[in-house]
T-cell receptor, first 111, second 115 residues
């Protein structure tokens, strides 16, 4: 079975630009969560979606937004990029309230 | 508020030696607890999880962890490490209120293996 997939794998943007990251969950999983991992730190929760509804939001500014599509895939959007947004962005999927399985991540570099 | 503390930022052990990585958590109810491993530049792989029941949990790659409620700890152990175990290890607690299944991670422990 395919695991969680994310695209792109790497991305370079400049300050002020916008970025869209994509995630496809494991087949049958209806929940998708997004995490930001800054170098040298543990992942920080950004959003969780379940059945296309936002179920949780971490302490991130409104520049960060997300959505989940009918096929349960998800997009994370970040507007007005800052240097501090450079990080590994991880997507995780789960069936219900239980184990989250992570994708390989998208590494974003903001110059 | 929920939190996870991994007191050791770096640990170095010799190949073949035993390993214990420490984790303490703060959570208002019975927690869901996890250990994940991350190799350089990679995503997170689940090693093991505790939801309920037997407090000694077996995972993949020969790892185990013990949940001790009285100490709010969930330490990860392996009897004999291999060079391929060198990676970053994250302890995490699941916050499962209102179907919000976010995970709160510790800052990680980087494991170095001496040949």
């Amino acid at each position: 079975d395919a695991g969680v997939t994310q695209s792109p794998t790497h991305l370079i943007k400049t300050r002020g630009q916008h970025v869209t990251l994509r995630c496809s969950p494991i087949s049958g999983h209806k929940s998708v969560s997004w995490y930001q991992q800054v170098l040298g730190q543990g992942p920080q929760f950004i959003f969780q979606y379940y059945e296309k509804e936002e179920r949780g939001r971490g302490n991130f500014p409104d520049r960060f937004s997300a959505r989940q599509f009918p096929n349960y895939s998800s997009e994370l959007n970040v507007n007005a990029l800052l240097l501090g947004d450079s990080a590994l962005y991880l997507c995780a999927s789960s069936w219900q309230q239980e184990t989250q399985y992570f994708g390989p991540g998208t590494r974003l570099l903001v110059l | 508020a929920q939190s996870v503390t991994q007191p050791d930022i770096h640990i170095t052990v010799s190949e073949g030696a035993s390993l214990e990585l420490r984790c303490n958590y703060s959570y208002g109810a019975t927690p869901y607890l996890f250990w994940y491993v991350q190799s350089p530049g990679q995503g997170l792989q689940l090693l093991l999880k505790y939801f309920s029941g037997d407090t000694l949990v077996q995972g993949i790659k020969g790892f185990e962890a013990e949940f001790k409620r009285s100490q709010s700890s969930f330490n990860l152990r392996k009897p004999s490490v291999h060079w391929s175990d060198a990676a970053e290890y994250f302890c995490a607690v699941g916050a499962t209120m209102n179907r919000d299944d976010k995970i709160i991670f510790g800052k990680g422990t980087r494991l170095h293996i001496l040949p």
